[in-house]
């Protein structure tokens, strides 16, 4: 494609080179940039794409776009790259939030040839996520995700680096997914994309808004709780149809946002909502640990059954059935899919044949590991055997209020390593010990978090749990001269097997 047809719909300036250029990729990052590059000059929160410039133009890339806005890089430093370097220089807006223009103009805009299903929310978007897809992929749609634990595309699972990425990785996904015929895809998105317009441009079919908690309140992230949530009701402004959790702090504000803009379909539990969940009770099924709840609506009244545990997985499985609703899904598709869901480090259960629950779970903070552990208790007959860690170079805070939840909530505790990074691994253990001094529980520490899982599945008796907290979906483990594969549930199901060799 030309660079003028790149930068079709955008004001733009031409500071030097010409507009034939062939452009064959759009990129950020200055190690990308190659022939047919046209390498965009991002101004990031610590990084100034424009200091890149140089770089991206001794590697070759045909052409760049800087912003408007840049401080410094007058046109006639850049008139001389151009020189030099026989490369094409144009001047946009901001280079930012036209980024996701130039990608979906390159890749001739494949969100407007795919349903997007958008998911936003402080809690709760991974599992809906993938409840959502496994419905759609059940009803014969070939579904992509993009999401915190993995992408999905045309089958293919690719590591995550953000829960939205950036916008030239988003359109590139989505030109594959419509290359590969997909149809649908469902997308978490994070009020940071929706901040940053990682996500401009992409019309959501449903954009769902599942609940809003103090959370992500950072310098770089969001000042307040007032701009936190002004982010997230972005996702309103181009969707066809809205979805609510009418449960959520936020709900009057977001009817009120999305008045005279899209229309809303609410769902609840025990409240009046357009899908309402009741009588929820705990169930096992097999190796499963699920819920059973009474759901109320046109759509359907009776029983469905949800293989994950706790009342926040009946929340996210009401935010995909309404999503199904919506679309006409049959609801024997819908009851498979609950039936059946499993999602990678979320209340992830690992088989065994001990009648012992083992449950891999994300929890890596104290309101996390406490919602996780009072859940529990209503499915667990015996003892709750914890393990987990708390991160290096993170708050020490975090250590000491994880201790404490865990010394209050579990019948025992196993403290050991998650991801030390540069901090020495028995400094931060204990950490968690002075947490969970403070309480009556029984602890004892394996710093080595292979051994610490194994001394967990091999004491847990039938009807205990085991809860294994705050790496989840996580395949790795970060040390503070290494980096090494480590998987929770992989080193849980290895201690299984283990077990069952020497019965």
């Known amino acids: 494609m030309r660079l003028v047809d790149v930068l079709k719909d955008t004001d733009f300036r031409l500071i030097a080179g010409d507009l034939e250029r062939e452009i064959t990729s759009v990129e950020y990052d200055s190690r990308k940039a190659g022939s047919g590059s046209l390498f965009v000059c991002v101004r990031g929160f610590t990084v100034d794409g424009h200091s890149f410039a140089a770089k991206a133009a001794e590697q070759g890339a045909s052409a760049l776009a800087v912003d408007s806005r840049r401080a410094g890089f007058p046109d006639e430093e850049l008139a001389r790259l151009s020189g030099t370097y026989n490369i094409s220089v144009v001047e946009i807006g901001d280079t930012h939030k036209l980024l996701a223009d130039l990608c979906a103009n390159l890749y001739d805009h494949p969100e407007k040839r795919i349903s997007v299903y958008g998911i936003t929310g402080t809690k709760g978007k991974t599992t809906t996520a993938f409840m959502l897809r496994e419905i759609l992929e059940r009803n014969g749609k070939n579904t992509g995700l993009i999401g915190t634990v993995c992408n999905i595309i045309a089958g ?56 809003i908690y103090e959370d992500h309140i950072a310098p770089n992230e969001h000042p307040d709780m007032e701009d936190y949530i002004s982010c997230k009701l972005k996702i309103f402004d181009s969707s066809d149809t809205g979805i609510l959790n009418l449960d959520c702090s936020a709900a009057g504000r977001v ?52 293989a994950l545990p706790g009342k926040f997985n009946v929340y996210n499985a009401l935010c995909a059935v309404c999503t199904a609703y919506k679309e006409g899904i049959d609801i024997e598709v819908v009851k498979s899919a609950l039936e059946n869901i499993s999602v990678p480090g979320r209340m992830q259960p690992v088989e065994n044949n001990f009648g012992v629950n083992i449950l891999v779970d994300y929890a890596h903070n104290a309101a996390a590991l406490e919602n996780v552990l009072v859940t529990l208790k209503e499915y667990t007959e015996g003892r709750i055997i914890t393990v987990f860690g708390c991160g290096g170079n993170r708050s020490r805070t975090r250590r000491f209020e994880m201790g404490e939840v865990s010394g209050n909530l579990s019948d025992h505790t196993i403290i050991t390593s998650d991801n030390p990074r540069n901090e020495e691994p028995g400094a931060i253990i204990q950490d968690i010990v002075t947490g969970i001094s403070k309480t009556n529980g029984e602890y004892e520490i394996e710093p080595d978090r292979s051994k610490a899982i194994r001394l967990a599945v091999s004491s847990a008796k039938k009807g205990d749990t085991v809860l294994i907290a705050g790496k989840g979906h996580e395949d790795y483990q970060i040390f503070a001269d290494r980096t090494i594969h480590f998987d929770d549930c992989e080193q849980a199901r290895n201690a299984v097997i283990e077990l069952e060799g020497t019965l």
């Open 156 to 211: 293919e699972k690719t590591h995550s680096s953000h829960t939205t990425p950036e916008s030239r990785d988003l359109f590139e996904m989505m030109d594959r997914l419509v290359r590969c015929g997909s149809e649908d895809l469902v997308m978490e998105v994070s009020s940071q994309a929706l901040k940053l317009d990682r996500v401009r441009g992409v019309r959501y079919r449903t954009a769902a808004f599942t609940n």
């Open 255 to 306: 009817i009120d946002y999305c008045r005279g803009k899209t229309d809303l379909l609410t769902y609840s539990i025990g409240g009046k909502a357009d899908l309402t969940a009741g009588n929820l009770r705990p169930e096992r099924r097999g190796h499963v640990t699920g819920t059973v709840f009474e759901l109320d609506s046109e759509y359907y009244k009776g029983d469905l059954f949800v």
